[in-house]
């Protein structure tokens, strides 16, 4: 069990995060969307429906910007203070 910081809810039965921009982001997050969904319905990382946006840290995001690995591109995400 593990309770997402940003909404409050339980990441295991929560279908989405409530959070759809990053402070400081001029685009909306990119939902999960998986190749696959009949066979892997929730993200394997933070556990989300498809559409839904992924709860911040879950390494199966993307970035808006570069569209790469969002917790490890180079891009600013307002994540820090
Ligand atoms: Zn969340
Ligand atoms: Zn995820
Ligand atoms: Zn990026």
């Not at 959070?19 to 998986?34: C, F, G, I, Q, V």
């Not at 990382?45 to 970035?63: L, N, T």
């Amino acid at each position: 069990m593990s309770i997402c910081k940003t909404c409050g809810q339980e990441m295991n039965l929560a279908s989405g995060c409530t959070l759809r921009r990053y402070a400081n982001e001029k685009k909306d997050r990119l939902p999960y969307m998986p190749e696959d969904p009949e066979r892997n319905p929730r993200c394997h990382d933070c556990g989300v429906q498809p559409g839904q946006f992924h709860h911040p840290g879950c390494d199966m995001e993307e970035c808006p910007d570069c569209g790469g690995q969002l917790i490890t591109c180079s891009c600013s995400h307002g994540e820090s203070a």
